[in-house]
């Protein structure tokens, strides 16, 4: 096992496109989409009658990367650049990964 750092962004699927080209341009290898639902300063949101492409579902972007650095300019950059008009909540977690070549950027 190697260890490697996960970014967790949960927001809006209106900005999706916009925030995994963010997560590439700054070094990620790829990312995973999830639909997300849940309760939280702005209600609750379900995520059971919402598909991944309703403009109005939230959704969970995951990213591994190799280095910290990496994943904070993640979030910085989707802090700065859309939080401030979408909702959404960035975490950043230590993991611990098999076949660390996957997530190096070719």
């Known amino acids: 096992m190697e260890p490697a750092i996960k970014i967790v962004i949960v927001t809006e699927r209106i900005i999706v496109d916009e925030?995994?080209?963010l997560i590439e341009q700054c070094g990620a290898s790829g990312y995973t989409?999830?639909?997300?639902?849940?309760?939280?300063?702005?209600?609750i949101r379900s995520s059971e009658r919402q598909a991944l492409n309703d403009v109005e579902a939230n959704i969970k972007i995951e990213a591994v990367v190799t280095d910290r650095t990496i994943a904070e300019d993640i979030a910085k950059q989707v802090a700065e650049d859309y939080l401030s008009n979408?909702?959404?909540?960035?975490?950043?977690?230590?993991?611990?990964i098999i076949r660390p070549e996957k997530f190096l950027k070719d």
């Open 19 to 21: 925030v995994t080209t």
């Open 33 to 43: 989409l999830s639909p997300a639902g849940g309760k939280g300063s702005r209600g």
């Open 86 to 96: 979408y909702s959404g909540i960035i975490f950043i977690e230590n993991v611990e």
